[in-house]
Nanobody, 126 residues
Framework: VQLQASGGGLVQAGGSLRLSCAASGVSGRTFSIYAVGWFRQAPGKEREFVAAISRSGTSTYYADSVKGRFTISRDNAKITVYLQMNSLKPEDTAVYYC?????????????????WGQGTLVTVSS
């Protein structure tokens, strides 16, 4: 499966962005067996977990730093996962990556994801 992240850009603090992670090379039915996560990497920092969604989309998980501000969702028919980001802060500035793996229902562990997208840059100005 190939993943394409998009939707990044420059936004002022307090603003919103919606990131998309579109999968290709799989059908909607096949995509529904993949757990999907969003991770981010700020300059000079390690890549960190942001949010994850279970295969069916019924369970979601968030890092404490984004809980209540970000929402992850998926549309298996469109083979796309979204990350709605509200109340953005300058510390949310990073390259955001989506990742997928079929071996488990969900994971917050970066090492448990096999497929990765290329990343999309989010810059939040103060």
């Amino acid at each position: 499966v190939q993943l394409q992240a998009s939707g990044g850009g420059l936004v002022q603090a307090g603003g919103s962005l919606r990131l998309s992670c579109a999968a290709s090379g799989v059908s909607g039915r096949t995509f529904s067996i993949y757990a999907v996560g969003w991770f981010r990497q700020a300059p000079g920092k390690e890549r960190e977990f942001v949010a994850a969604i279970s295969r069916s989309g019924t369970s979601t998980y968030y890092a404490d730093s984004v809980k209540g501000r970000f929402t992850i969702s998926r549309d298996n028919a469109k083979i796309t996962v979204y990350l709605q980001m509200n109340s953005l802060k300058p510390e949310d500035t990073a390259v955001y990556y989506c990742a997928a793996d079929a071996r488990r229902d969900y994971s917050a562990n970066i090492y448990e994801y096999h497929y990765w997208g290329q990343g999309t840059l989010v810059t939040v100005s103060s």
